[in-house]
């Protein structure tokens, strides 16, 4: 039986979290699995955060937390410990709790990307890449990028100067890519992708100029409902190879489900 007084209790965090499929996927999964365990949906005001996370640390059997905006900064800084993913970005998708009630952080948002556009086929090395969004999801996804072997990203943000600022931080790792800070004009590139939150509503501006595309591109969207975005249906009717968000969804989930070791093998071999 699922939910008893000896369950592990996993938090999806988000402001709004309505849009979250995190807690539907992972209750699932332990539904399937016969795990006694369950993700609840929480959010708070950002203005609320400091005292939110003290009550969750002091909440002894919440074993993990799947972090979504705008908490994915605030958090990593909560932790004791990450994964180099997490630290070179300085934001995390997922923490665990150590054993000593310390929290461990990660970032899955870029292994999901990445592992999302192999599995549909889409080469990454040697490609000119535009990537519209340069917040918490989009920085682990322009360092595995480079990670990956693109020639080229051109970064287009808001705000130009955390743009700028992760520009420099990749470019220092990954010497080989090229990175510059542009505007949202995929001319000359062979990769579009939207790691923005437009396109979540319908009255969303398009995240790029899509008259500046071509057939031979390919269009990636990070947002997952819409299953088929403004951008990604305009991206087809041009005649653009697409990809969509739920891959990306998918991928993380299986690191995730290994990262908070749900079915417990750590502590049953400890």
Avoid at 73 to 84: G, N, Q, R, S
Avoid at 202 to 225: A, N, Q
Wanted: proline fraction near 6%; aromatic fraction near 6%.
């Amino acid at each position: 039986m699922r939910g008893t007084g000896k369950a592990d209790v996993f938090v999806m965090l988000a402001h709004p979290v309505g849009h979250a499929k995190s807690p539907g996927i992972f209750n699932d999964i332990f539904e399937q699995k016969g795990l006694d365990s369950l993700m609840v949906p929480l959010s708070c005001r950002p203005d609320d955060f400091d005292t939110f996370w003290a009550g969750i640390t002091a909440a002894e059997n919440i074993r993990g937390v799947i972090i979504s905006v705008p908490y994915k900064v605030p958090v990593y800084h909560k932790c004791a410990a990450a994964h180099d993913r997490a630290a070179r970005v300085q934001s995390a998708n997922s923490v665990r709790r150590q054993a000593d009630g310390s929290w461990y952080a990660d970032n899955f948002d870029g292994v999901g990307f990445i592992d999302g556009l192999k599995a549909g086929g889409h080469q990454i090395a040697g490609r000119r890449i535009l990537q519209v969004g340069a917040g918490g999801a989009g920085s682990s996804l322009t360092y595995c990028l480079a990670e990956e072997g693109a020639a080229e990203i051109r970064l287009a943000d808001i705000d130009r100067e955390r743009a700028q600022k992760l520009a420099t931080l990749v470019n220092k790792s990954f010497p080989h890519c090229r990175i510059e800070v542009g505007e949202p004009d995929p001319s000359g590139m062979d990769m579009a992708i939207n790691a923005t939150p437009s396109g979540l509503k319908p009255t969303d501006p398009l995240p790029m100029d899509v008259s500046r595309l071509t057939p031979e591109m390919t269009v990636v969207d990070i947002i997952m409902e819409p299953a088929e975005t403004a951008l990604l249906k305009a991206a087809k009717e041009i005649g653009c190879r697409i990809q969509p968000g739920r891959p990306m969804m998918d991928f993380q989930v299986e690191a995730m489900a290994a990262f908070f070791d749900i079915e417990r093998k750590d502590r049953r071999n400890g």
